[in-house]
């Protein structure tokens, strides 16, 4: 019996833990510098004329959340539209030996 | 090592391959181009590639065939034939504008760019002093696409007859289109040519994708989702609703792959328009055509 409440005891201390809020990661700092990362890269995309479709509303929804002082999201969002645009540069890339394959 | 060198043997053959056909004349690339389609789809005549999917679909193209009797784009014609002796653009073309669509788009040697037939309409616009904002003329839909669609209509039965300039130039910008039209692009990361060339009556979801060759022959188009966008937003139909020029279907199917669109009658989508119409050369124009 003692042990049974032990075990139960122990998880509900953890489930607590996991279940409890966490503070917020990322301060204003990170956020602006994570946007300008994103529209950095997104400029060079664009030049390349491979920019994605939704990397710009992306950044723009990042924006917003730093308005809100949201600033974990800032971050998540601005590091989205990065690899975006990281991607769409890859694309770039390749694109320079782009060409039919019939067979 | 062994694994690692053949690896790279092979990405550079392959590499190469691609260089090469990259490089390929544009009369090459319409024979390559024409051979898998045949290779294909056996039995499709080269002039039926101007029916797009309703060439390799009979159920849909009776349908079409039904709607084509009684075709929607009839009454747009007609504003597009009234604007155009309105505003004279006669008077700009060659032949008085009848029956020229063909030789569209064509290599300006006086700009060194690839020139379209849109661009030629509202350039003789500008001359005859209209104001094309204040008379809402844009460049992918609406009165715009109903001149074009009028001039194509003058056209029909007449073959493709692009020519592609031998300028460094001209070829450069030839090279540009199909590279955009061979590049994969997008989050979806999809090129052009993987709907309407590797899969090419395929179906996506519901539809059908078309096969590029003959693509051109039939723009502007009258598509049913345009008609019905349209309609919806303004809250009832007009004549002009399911017009559309060729950049506006480009910049839609970019969207469809997630990748950002180019402006219509951007330098980009006018190279893309030089390969692409090239590829159908020879193909009977049949513009405005219904599409869905």
């Known amino acids: 019996m003692k042990k049974i409440a032990v075990l139960f005891a122990a998880a509900v201390l953890t489930l607590g833990a996991c279940a409890a809020p966490s503070g917020p990661v990322h301060n204003e700092n990170d956020a602006l510098s994570a946007i300008t990362a994103a529209e950095h890269e997104t400029k060079r995309a664009a030049k390349a004329g491979f920019e994605w479709r939704d990397t710009g509303k992306l950044i723009k929804k990042a924006k917003a959340a730093l308005k809100k002082g949201d600033y974990d999201t800032a971050v998540k969002l601005a590091n989205k539209a990065k690899r975006q645009s990281s991607h769409a540069l890859e694309q770039a890339q390749l694109a320079k030996n782009a060409g039919p394959h019939f067979n | ?292």
Not at chain 2, 247 to 252: D, E, K, T, V
Not at chain 2, 259 to 272: C, G, H, I, N, V
Request: glycine share 10%.
């Open chain 2, 1 to 292: 090592m062994k694994k690692f060198l053949i690896a790279v043997s092979a990405l550079t053959m392959l590499g190469g391959a691609a260089i090469s056909s990259a490089q390929a004349s544009p009369s090459e690339d319409l024979k390559q181009f024409r051979a898998y389609f045949f290779k294909k789809f056996p039995g499709v005549k080269l002039q039926d590639y101007a029916n797009g999917i309703y060439a390799l679909d009979a159920t849909r193209r009776f349908e079409w065939e039904a709607m084509e009797e009684f075709p929607p784009y009839e009454d747009g014609v007609e504003v597009g034939k009234k604007l155009f002796n309105k505003y004279d653009l006669g008077s700009c073309f060659q032949k008085g504008g009848i029956g020229i669509k063909q030789y569209y788009p064509y290599w300006d040697k006086k700009t060194q760019k690839v020139r379209t037939l849109e661009q030629d309409i509202m350039a003789c616009l500008k001359k005859k002093g209209v104001d094309t904002k204040k008379a809402k003329i844009g460049w992918k839909k609406g009165k715009l696409a109903a001149i074009s669609a009028y001039m194509a209509y003058t056209s029909r039965g007449k073959p493709t007859s692009v020519t592609i300039d031998p300028s460094k130039a001209s070829l450069n910008a030839y090279n540009k289109g199909k590279i955009f039209f061979y590049a994969k692009r997008g989050q979806l990361n999809m090129a052009c040519a993987d709907c309407h060339v590797y899969n090419a009556g395929m179906l996506i979801r519901g539809n059908l994708l078309s096969p590029a060759l003959g693509h051109t022959t039939h723009f502007p188009v009258w598509r049913r989702k345009w008609a019905k966008k349209t309609a919806a937003k303004k809250g009832k139909s007009g004549p002009l609703d399911g017009f559309g020029t060729i950049h506006r279907r480009y910049g839609g199917c970019n969207k469809q792959v997630r990748a950002k669109p180019f402006k219509a009658q951007s330098e980009t989508y006018r190279d893309l328009e030089y390969f692409h119409t090239y590829m159908s050369n020879g193909i009977k124009l049949n513009g405005p055509s219904v599409r869905q």
